[in-house]
């Protein structure tokens, strides 16, 4: 079964970089629920990580597979980024090109760049030649009136040329002006079989699919067409769901868990952070969700709120929290 697993695409199914949400404690969390899955980092700026007394590239290697996604469109800076991560331990470096937001653009990053596609590839490049690891690169479909199939297949052979051979694609177009981020995830109307179709007309590339995805079956009918589903806010908001990831799309044989366990799983983490400053209600916003349909749910997110924040609460916090959902 071992050797089944390898066949498989490290992109066969990842949880998507959102930012304020993918945070090291998220990304350690869904962990638990999945040995399989790649999991990606918030969007991180090429300039933040040079110029910042933060330390954005810190993780724990516990928490591999792992991709760090980088804003920028600097080819030097993201080279420069590139390297330092793949010293660290993260197995891909992704290049954002979906993210529509105003900010983003006048940073020269996001989704924009689909209609800098030569400057894209030069980006691609430089990274490439810094690093052993995969470089991919996460766009839309289209922007604004550039949405045509031949506008997204000539940017997609463009980076290609670069030397790119991954791509998470999000099924939806992005506006660039004159709808939020949140609006451009969910107005746009999502076209499935326009993603489908590229990976038939590139079948030499890897293509996953991101956008709307909420269920081990929509993943399992999206794997019949694409390398790789990507699912974003459902797999923050719902994480239970990532417990059945490995035995569905990976090995039949693979246990099931459960958020009790996947909870539980988290204590000894939980108990080292804290032993380092980190306050709790930050460890735990990721797990609020842990048991949606669960008897006790409510009960379970309302105590955290209400204690996790306080002065000196710790592990036990959680535990009283647990102790109020149904065993599952």
């Known amino acids: 079964m071992t050797e089944q697993i390898n066949h498989y695409y490290r992109g066969r199914f990842s949880v998507a970089p959102m930012?304020?949400?993918?945070?090291?404690?998220?990304?350690?969390?869904?962990?638990?629920?999945?040995?399989?899955?790649?999991?990606?980092?918030?969007?991180?700026?090429?300039?933040a990580i040079i110029h910042a007394t933060y330390d954005h590239l810190a993780f724990d290697c516990a928490e591999n597979p792992v991709a760090l996604q980088l804003g920028g469109?600097?080819?030097?800076?993201?080279?420069?980024?590139?390297?330092?991560?793949?010293?660290?331990?993260?197995?891909?470096?992704?290049?954002?090109?979906g993210c529509p937001s105003d900010r983003v653009q006048n940073g020269m990053f996001g989704a924009?760049?689909?209609?800098?596609?030569?400057?894209?590839?030069?980006?691609?490049?430089?990274?490439?030649?810094?690093?052993?690891?995969?470089?991919?690169?996460?766009?839309r479909i289209g922007i604004d009136?550039?949405?045509?199939?031949?506008?997204?297949?000539?940017?997609?052979a463009r980076i290609q040329q670069a030397g790119c051979r991954e791509f998470i694609v999000h099924a939806r177009k992005a506006w660039l002006s004159g709808l939020s981020p949140k609006e451009n995830r969910e107005i746009p109307p999502l076209d499935y079989a326009r993603v489908y179709r590229l990976k038939a007309d590139f079948p030499e590339l890897k293509i996953a699919i991101n956008g709307g995805i909420k269920t081990l079956?929509?993943?399992?009918?999206?794997?019949?067409f694409v390398d790789g589903v990507m699912v974003g806010r459902e797999a923050y908001q719902n994480p239970s769901l990532l417990g059945g990831v490995d035995?569905?799309?990976?090995?039949?044989?693979?246990?099931?868990i459960s958020a009790r366990q996947a909870v539980t799983a988290m204590f000894p983490y939980l108990e080292a952070q804290l032993s380092q400053g980190v306050y709790l209600n930050h460890l735990i916003r990721p797990m609020l969700g842990a048991f949606q349909q669960v008897?006790?749910?409510?009960?379970w997110r309302r105590y955290l709120s209400e204690n996790a924040h306080k002065a000196g609460a710790g592990v036990e916090v959680v535990e009283t929290a647990l102790s109020f959902v149904e065993a599952t």
């Open 217 to 224: 079956e929509e993943m399992q009918t999206h794997l019949q």
């Open 247 to 256: 035995r569905a799309l990976f090995d039949p044989n693979a246990p099931l």
């Open 295 to 299: 008897k006790g749910a409510r009960q």
């Open 19 to 47: 930012l304020d949400w993918t945070t090291r404690h998220c990304r350690y969390f869904h962990r638990q629920f999945t040995r399989h899955a790649l999991l990606y980092t918030e969007m991180v700026t090429a300039p």
């Open 145 to 156: 009136e550039l949405d045509s199939y031949e506008f997204l297949t000539d940017f997609i």
């Open 73 to 97: 469109s600097d080819p030097q800076q993201l080279a420069h980024c590139a390297k330092l991560a793949a010293t660290r331990g993260y197995q891909e470096i992704n290049l954002n090109v």
């Open 112 to 139: 924009c760049l689909m209609a800098k596609a030569d400057l894209v590839g030069a980006c691609v490049q430089a990274m490439q030649a810094e690093v052993d690891i995969p470089v991919t690169v996460k766009t």
